[in-house]
């Protein structure tokens, strides 16, 4: 069974108290929400959200990762290259 929560360590322990075994993890990503629902950056953003999904992942939960306000997004020099760094993650912590 599938579970959803934000990008934060609570909401997956959460997902896993539940017993899931699987996440969808919402991320806004537009720098719209970066800035004023965030008061971050992108790198800080980033950082949290690759952090959690590395926590996730070795807490064996399976992602998917929804990227919220994407199309108001920098999609070549900001959302592929993070896409990029997830599925890095993913394959890194399940060597």
Known sequence: MVGGGRAR??????????????????????????????????????????????YALREGIRLRCSLEDVTRSDVVGFVIPFVEKLLKLGGEVWR
């Open 9 to 54: 360590v609570e909401d997956v322990r959460l997902v896993k108290e539940a017993g899931l075994d699987e996440m969808v993890m919402l991320m806004s990503i537009s720098d719209i929400h970066i800035r004023y629902k965030f008061n971050s950056t992108r790198d800080r953003v980033v950082a949290k959200y690759l952090e959690v999904a590395e």
